[in-house]
């Protein structure tokens, strides 16, 4: 159970996916609340109409939703934490959000009360838990699982195709001696490598670091630059892409990948670690990968 919790899964709260899962949540428990309330209870417990007591519970779901998803995330989770995503913390981020329902509706019941010994009661709380767990965590943990399964299951026969391409331009692959300078911060020094040396660049603060390969050696270089900056410099050059808001790799000398439901990993001859694509790359990663062709030589 550990290992399937800490298992990769993609972080995908995007603004749009909240509203639309906020907008059919709520209509859902406005429904299920209003054919599952008790009238007489109400009206002799509540100073709130049936419809108003569904509306209300409605509108209090939407806005934990999103709080939860769309507004905690922005404010206290970092883009290292979201690079990282597990299952685990997806059922998390989703119990929490069923503890804020829970707590703002029973909180909700107290306001509108006339009865203090019934809203109060152990048994309502017990009540209200249990209709969250059966509407919210059950079938949320459910419809994880199932889409764990999906993204997976893409991602990895995506990887194998990758594999498939990289193969045989590996195989095929003739030298590109073409040289690239690029200015950097440093007003007295020029950044310069050959592109068929060039593996990847990676940002580390106000400093790049460029991995080269020539005869089966790694170099790095350490340069004062931004990878935004030398990204525009690269843009002449579709095989060499940015993958991450870490990574400009050169796709030509990717020697393979691998497969999560979070993301993909690239590899490198001679690079013990592996590069991650970032779900927003996905598409023009898969598009540079199925378009790359053996080098002829001039």
Known sequence: MIRLL????PFLFSTKRNVVIAVLVGLLVAITSYLTSDEKIIQESLTVSKIALSLIFSLITFSS???IFEILPKLIIPETVKETWTISKELGLISLLI???ILLNFSFLILVS???STILSVDLFFNLTIWAIIIGIIPSTVVVWINYIIILKENLKQVEQHNKKLQKILQLQKNDTTAISIPSDNKTEIIQFNVEHLLFIKSDGNYVEIYLEQNNQINKHIH???LQAIGNELRNYPTIIRIHRSYIVNCRNIKSSKG???NYQLFFSNIEQSIPVARNKFQVFNETIQNLKPIQNK
């Open 6 to 9: 800490s298992k990769p899964y």
């Open 224 to 226: 004062r630059a931004s």
């Open 260 to 262: 999560t439901a979070r």
């Open 114 to 116: 006339t009865d203090d």
């Open 99 to 101: 503890f804020v329902i």
């Open 65 to 67: 939703i999103i709080l």
